[in-house]
C-alpha cells in the first residue's frame, strides 16, 4: 500500500485542469498522488462527500460518505448464480451493468445528496472478477471525469478493512484485522491509515470457499455459508471430529483443503448420497462439525497473532465474519483474553460501498487521488 503525505490542517482540494488531477502524468497504476504536490488552484471545501463503487464480485454496491460519516449504502446482492452453484463471472459482470446507474442514484437519493455536490468518486480496483470490476472502475472514472472531480482507486482487502472503521467505535492502531471472505483469509497488522503488514493469509482455499464447497457436498445450495450456519445451529458440533489445520506450531498461515477434503472422504465412507436425500439432523451434524473446525482455527491464529504483536484491539471483516458461530467464539475469547473485538454489522459484512467510500474519504482527506489511466488488478495484493 502506499502511503499518503499527511497534513491534518490542509482541507483542501486541487482543482485545475483534470489532465493534472487525473491524467497522463502518472504511468504506473499504483496511482496515489499527494494533491500537495500539484501546483494548481486550491479550493477551500466546507464538506468531503465521497461516493464509493463496489462491483468486485457479485454484489452491486455504492455509498456515499460525508465527513466520515456514512449518510447512505444501496446493495444489490445478484440472485441468478445460485442455480449455478456458485459465481459465474459473465453473469456478475452482465448483472452489474444494468445495477450500476440505479444503484448509484439510489444511494445518492438517500442521503440527499446531488452528484454535482460530490467532491470525490472512490472505485475498486482488484482484487476480484475482473469482469465484474472493470464496471465499477469504468463508471466511477467516467463520473468523475464527467463532474470535473478526483477519482480515487480502492483495494478490495484495504477495504474490508476499513468495514470497521464505517462507524464508531473503531480500533485503534494498531490492531490485527482478520478478513474472512469467499476468496481471501488474511492476517493483517494495520498499524495506521494505509500502513499495514501481511501476516498471514491461505495457502489453498479460502474460509469462505470451504464453507462453499462443503455445502455443495451436503447438497444444500448457495451461498454455502448461511445454508451451513443456519444448519449448524441444531446440530452436534462434536459428532465428527474433523481436523484443525494449524500447520506448524505459531504458523500464522491458512490452509483449508484438508479440512474440505477430510469432509468429502467422511462423506464417501458412509455412502452419502447428496441427490438421494437425507436426515436433516445428519446434515446438521455435519454441518456443525466443520463449522466448529474451521472456527477454532480461525480463533487461534487470531489470538495467537494478537499476543505476537501485543496489541489490545482485534478486528474481523469479511462475508464469513457475519457467521453466527464465529461470532459468539470471537466475543467469548475475546473477553477471556482482555481483548477489545470489532465486528461490522451484518449490512458490512459482505462486500459494500460503505467501505469504499470510507477508504476514499481517508485517501482524500491525506491527500491521495488516482489517474484515470488506472486499470483492473484482479490479482492485487494487499501491500
Same mark, same amino acid.
Given at each position: 500500500?502506499?502511503?499518503?503525505?499527511?497534513?491534518?490542517?490542509?482541507?483542501?482540494?486541487?482543482?485545475?485542469?483534470?489532465?493534472?488531477?487525473?491524467?497522463?502524468?502518472?504511468?504506473?497504476?499504483?496511482?496515489?498522488?499527494?494533491?500537495?504536490?500539484?501546483?494548481?488552484?486550491?479550493?477551500?471545501?466546507?464538506?468531503?462527500?465521497?461516493?464509493?463503487?463496489?462491483?468486485?464480485?457479485?454484489?452491486?454496491?455504492?455509498?456515499?460518505?460525508?465527513?466520515?460519516?456514512?449518510?447512505?449504502?444501496?446493495?444489490?446482492?445478484?440472485?441468478?448464480?445460485?442455480?449455478?452453484?456458485?459465481?459465474?463471472?459473465?453473469?456478475?459482470?452482465?448483472?452489474?451493468?444494468?445495477?450500476?446507474?440505479?444503484?448509484?442514484?439510489?444511494?445518492?437519493?438517500?442521503?440527499?445528496?446531488?452528484?454535482?455536490?460530490?467532491?470525490?468518486?472512490?472505485?475498486?480496483?482488484?482484487?476480484?472478477?475482473?469482469?465484474?470490476?472493470?464496471?465499477?472502475?469504468?463508471?466511477?472514472?467516467?463520473?468523475?471525469?464527467?463532474?470535473?472531480?478526483?477519482?480515487?482507486?480502492?483495494?478490495?482487502?484495504?477495504?474490508?478493512?476499513?468495514?470497521?472503521?464505517?462507524?464508531?467505535?473503531?480500533?485503534?492502531?494498531?490492531?490485527?484485522?482478520?478478513?474472512?471472505?469467499?476468496?481471501?483469509?488474511?492476517?493483517?497488522?494495520?498499524?495506521?491509515?494505509?500502513?499495514?503488514?501481511?501476516?498471514?493469509?491461505?495457502?489453498?482455499?479460502?474460509?469462505?470457499?470451504?464453507?462453499?464447497?462443503?455445502?455443495?457436498?451436503?447438497?444444500?445450495?448457495?451461498?454455502?455459508?448461511?445454508?451451513?450456519?443456519?444448519?449448524?445451529?441444531?446440530?452436534?458440533?462434536?459428532?465428527?471430529?474433523?481436523?484443525?489445520?494449524?500447520?506448524?506450531?505459531?504458523?500464522?498461515?491458512?490452509?483449508?483443503?484438508?479440512?474440505?477434503?477430510?469432509?468429502?472422504?467422511?462423506?464417501?465412507?458412509?455412502?452419502?448420497?447428496?441427490?438421494?436425500?437425507?436426515?436433516?439432523?445428519?446434515?446438521? $451434524? &455435519? @454441518?456443525?462439525?466443520?463449522?466448529?473446525? #474451521?472456527?477454532?482455527? =480461525?480463533?487461534?491464529? /487470531?489470538? *495467537?497473532?494478537? %499476543?505476537?504483536?501485543?496489541?489490545? $484491539? &482485534? @478486528?474481523?471483516?469479511?462475508?464469513?465474519? #457475519?457467521?453466527?458461530? =464465529?461470532?459468539?467464539? /470471537?466475543? *467469548?475469547?475475546? %473477553?477471556?483474553?482482555?481483548?477489545?473485538?470489532?465486528?461490522?454489522?451484518?449490512?458490512?459484512?459482505?462486500?459494500?460501498?460503505?467501505?469504499?467510500?470510507?477508504?476514499?474519504?481517508?485517501?482524500?482527506?491525506?491527500?491521495?487521488?488516482?489517474?484515470?489511466?488506472?486499470?483492473?488488478?484482479?490479482?492485487?495484493?494487499?501491500?
Amino acid at each position: 500500500m502506499q502511503r499518503g503525505m499527511t497534513n491534518d490542517r490542509t482541507e483542501c482540494l486541487c482543482l485545475s485542469t483534470l489532465d493534472n488531477l487525473n491524467g497522463g502524468r502518472q504511468t504506473g497504476t499504483n496511482s496515489g498522488v499527494p494533491l500537495h504536490n500539484v501546483s494548481i488552484l486550491v479550493i477551500i471545501m466546507q464538506s468531503m462527500i465521497i461516493l464509493g463503487i463496489e462491483t468486485s464480485c457479485d454484489e452491486t454496491s455504492a455509498a456515499v460518505v460525508q465527513d466520515g460519516i456514512l449518510r447512505s449504502n444501496a446493495t444489490a446482492v445478484q440472485l441468478v448464480h445460485s442455480e449455478h452453484g456458485g459465481v459465474v463471472p459473465e453473469l456478475a459482470s452482465r448483472a452489474h451493468q444494468r445495477l450500476m446507474v440505479p444503484i448509484v442514484e439510489d444511494a445518492l437519493r438517500k442521503a440527499s445528496v446531488d452528484k454535482k455536490e460530490l467532491t470525490a468518486i472512490a472505485a475498486v480496483y482488484g482484487p476480484g472478477l475482473i469482469g465484474s470490476i472493470l464496471v465499477g472502475l469504468s463508471f466511477g472514472k467516467a463520473m468523475a471525469q464527467g463532474l470535473g472531480i478526483p477519482f480515487i482507486g480502492v483495494n478490495h482487502m484495504e477495504a474490508h478493512i476499513f468495514s470497521n472503521m464505517i462507524e464508531d467505535p473503531k480500533p485503534s492502531f494498531p490492531f490485527v484485522n482478520l478478513t474472512v471472505s469467499g476468496g481471501h483469509t488474511q492476517l493483517v497488522l494495520v498499524k495506521d491509515y494505509f500502513s499495514c503488514e501481511l501476516l498471514g493469509e491461505t495457502m489453498d482455499d479460502a474460509a469462505g470457499e470451504a464453507f462453499d464447497k462443503v455445502a455443495k457436498m451436503l447438497g444444500v445450495g448457495y451461498p454455502g455459508g448461511p445454508l451451513i450456519d443456519k444448519l449448524a445451529a441444531k446440530g452436534n458440533a462434536k459428532a465428527v471430529k474433523f481436523p484443525r489445520p494449524y500447520l506448524e506450531e505459531g504458523s500464522l498461515q491458512f490452509s483449508f483443503s484438508g479440512l474440505k477434503t477430510s469432509v468429502l472422504y467422511y462423506l464417501r465412507s458412509i455412502g452419502f448420497d447428496r441427490t438421494a436425500g437425507m436426515n436433516e439432523q445428519f446434515l446438521s $451434524d &455435519i @454441518a456443525a462439525s466443520f463449522q466448529a473446525a #474451521a472456527v477454532d482455527v =480461525l480463533i487461534d491464529k /487470531l489470538l *495467537t497473532a494478537a %499476543k505476537k504483536y501485543g496489541v489490545r $484491539d &482485534i @478486528a474481523v471483516c469479511g462475508g464469513v465474519s #457475519a457467521n453466527s458461530e =464465529l461470532r459468539r467464539r /470471537l466475543e *467469548t475469547e475475546s %473477553k477471556i483474553h482482555h481483548l477489545r473485538l470489532f465486528i461490522p454489522k451484518l449490512d458490512f459484512c459482505t462486500d459494500n460501498g460503505a467501505m469504499v467510500a470510507q477508504v476514499g474519504y481517508e485517501r482524500m482527506r491525506k491527500g491521495f487521488v488516482s489517474s484515470l489511466e488506472l486499470t483492473a488488478e484482479p490479482d492485487l495484493q494487499l501491500n
